[in-house]
């Protein structure tokens, strides 16, 4: 994203470099003059005049030079001299008041509170005088860095500017500066609904509202700003991002597949619709595994197999108790100790007996919720179709990059991965085979799992021809070990 520029600071910062041609006995007779009214005024209203309304106009007026003089020995003196204006002119309307209507001085104050707008919708009247010196302080104290003081005189600015898009658009830049984001999003928000194009503030109140996890304003305003900046490709690329911020990312897909279709051309478009295709497909392993968890709950077979297990324990014992009955019966000697392991015996059976009954219990709780299993399982089937869909898009955009750019290092490397991952797969498959399964398809299946692997081979050879990187290099060294390449190993250094 471009970065804002300051433009009017930098225009009106020069302002003051006349002065420094200025005659310097004209310049201090200025100042004199300027300290003069101040000091004159400032006495008048701590005496009996501080009732009169036209003292206060007159306070409020000569501030608002002092303010407007861009002498910044003058300004620095009093550099709240914007909001003393501002306080004199009320207090002037204030006392201008008489049977509930305002006389002539308090409508002459008044005009200098607000900036006029013409026919036309130029700014005019005396309210410029007061906007200029808080628009100058703001920029001022911009200079100096007092974000948090240049923001106040903005505010202001903009109060005073109800139709000025500058004084809102400065003043939403310098709330971020001064880290005031309610302030800065009531600044972007008057200057876009004033009619503000620019781009840029679009971009920094979706990041605002973004920060603040409110997904509705922050799409909402990204989507204003590209309706009015149609060909702005910054704000539809924070969009996609944003969908995937806000893990939206079916929309993301669906907004990125339609600039596909417009530019199929371009490479680095293509491979971001791919990834996030493949990001997809990952996801669903998330929901799968969690379904997989539930459906344990209903595993009636694997508590099949626990009853029976523990029925024979059960059995076992039963039967050596019958011996050592039988035992008593053929040599009456040994019915004592006999009896005292008959005893010992009798009691772990009994708690074999209530682990098998639990187990039972079980059985049927699970029997009873069958239906839940197949429901689930049929989820599961869902979730793998979806998967697979999503793993055949992400390739054939990976392909379809790939026949843009042959020579683009990310596609090779996620074709590379893409590939090794599913060869990895393949092999726990071998090794999960039991004999007779293993001599009937094993062979089969190792040559289709060194087929992913040579295909990832290709794409990782190719992207280490294009750029040096450790984990490729890794990637290849793990590959040549597996497909016993001696001496491709040995080129790498091993």
Do not use: C, H
């Amino acid at each position: 994203m471009r970065k804002l520029t300051f433009a009017l600071f930098a225009v009106a910062a020069t302002g003051g470099a006349s002065y420094a041609q200025t005659d310097k006995l004209l310049l201090e007779a200025n100042r004199k003059t300027i300290l003069d009214a101040k000091k004159k005024v400032d006495e008048a209203i701590t005496k009996k005049d501080s009732l009169k309304a036209k003292t206060w106009l007159t306070r409020a007026e000569a501030y608002l030079d002092l303010a407007n003089s861009q002498d910044a020995e003058l300004t620095n003196q009093v550099p709240n001299a914007g909001f003393i204006a501002v306080e004199s002119l009320k207090k002037a309307i204030s006392l201008d008041v008489v049977n509930g209507k305002e006389g002539s001085t308090a409508a002459a104050a008044k005009k200098y509170l607000s900036v006029a707008y013409n026919k036309e919708g130029k700014a005019e009247g005396e309210g410029m005088k007061l906007y200029g010196a808080f628009m100058n302080a703001g920029i001022a104290k911009y200079q100096s860095k007092d974000y948090s003081g240049a923001l106040k005189d903005l505010q202001m600015a903009s109060e005073i500017g109800s139709k000025d898009t500058t004084a809102a658009m400065y003043t939403g830049i310098i709330g971020q500066m001064a880290k005031e984001n309610d302030a800065a999003k009531v600044g972007f928000e008057k200057f876009i609904s004033l009619g503000g194009k620019d781009p840029g503030i679009y971009y920094s109140l979706a990041q605002i509202y973004k920060d603040e996890k409110n997904e509705d304003k922050a799409l909402a305003t990204l989507e204003k700003g590209i309706s009015i900046n149609p060909a702005n490709k910054d704000l539809k690329n924070e969009k996609i991002n944003m969908y995937l911020a806000f893990k939206k990312i079916d929309s993301a897909i669906s907004e990125l597949s339609a600039v596909v279709e417009k530019d199929p051309s371009n490479v680095q478009t293509v491979l971001n619709l791919a990834i996030l295709f493949d990001n997809k497909a990952e996801q669903y392993n998330a929901e799968i595994r969690e379904v997989k968890e539930k459906l344990a709950e209903f595993d009636v077979e694997g508590v099949k197999k626990k009853v029976a297990a523990q029925k024979d324990k059960v059995d076992a014992f039963e039967s050596e108790i019958k011996r050592l009955t039988d035992k008593i019966k053929k040599d009456p000697k040994s019915a004592v100790n006999t009896k005292k392991q008959i005893a010992e015996i009798t009691k772990q059976r009994d708690a074999e007996k209530v682990e098998l009954d639990n187990l039972n219990a079980e059985l049927a709780k699970k029997s009873a919720n069958a239906g839940n299993a197949a429901e689930l399982n049929a989820k599961i089937a869902a979730l793998q179709e979806k998967q697979k869909a999503a793993k055949a898009s992400a390739l054939a955009n990976y392909d379809k990059a790939l026949k843009v750019d042959p020579n683009n290092y990310d596609v090779n490397y996620n074709l590379g991965v893409i590939a090794f991952n599913e060869a990895v797969i393949l092999n726990k498959k071998v090794g999960d085979m039991g004999m007779d399964e293993y001599k009937k398809d094993g062979k089969a299946a190792e040559a289709t799992r060194d087929d992913k692997f040579k295909e990832a081979l290709k794409y990782f050879e190719k992207a280490y021809s294009l750029k040096k990187e450790e984990d490729v290099k890794e990637n290849l060294k793990q590959l040549y070990r597996v497909l016993k390449m001696e001496d491709k190993l040995k080129e790498l250094g091993e």
